[in-house]
């Protein structure tokens, strides 16, 4: 797995634990070759009203925060910050 992968999970691992709390999850899908991390909501986080703002709030802060050569965050089953 490459080194910005890796920075990747690191963050979303960081965040999983607040996604538990209500039954939910998250999963890296891939990073494109134009710097989009696209990952995909599980469990009650697929279906909740709030994933738009735990998209921008929670988890675009913490991969920024770990990787900021990415270009944006998208969401493969709901919403995105690109």
Known sequence: MSEILI???TALDEIRPHLAVDGGDIELVELTEKGIVRIK??????HCSMSSM??????????????????????????SVV
């Open 7 to 9: 920075r990747i999970n």
């Open 41 to 46: 909501w599980l469990g009650n986080c697929e």
């Open 54 to 79: 735990t998209m921008r709030a929670g988890v675009e802060q913490a991969i920024r925060a770990k990787v900021p050569e990415i270009t944006g965050v998208e969401a493969i089953n709901g919403f």
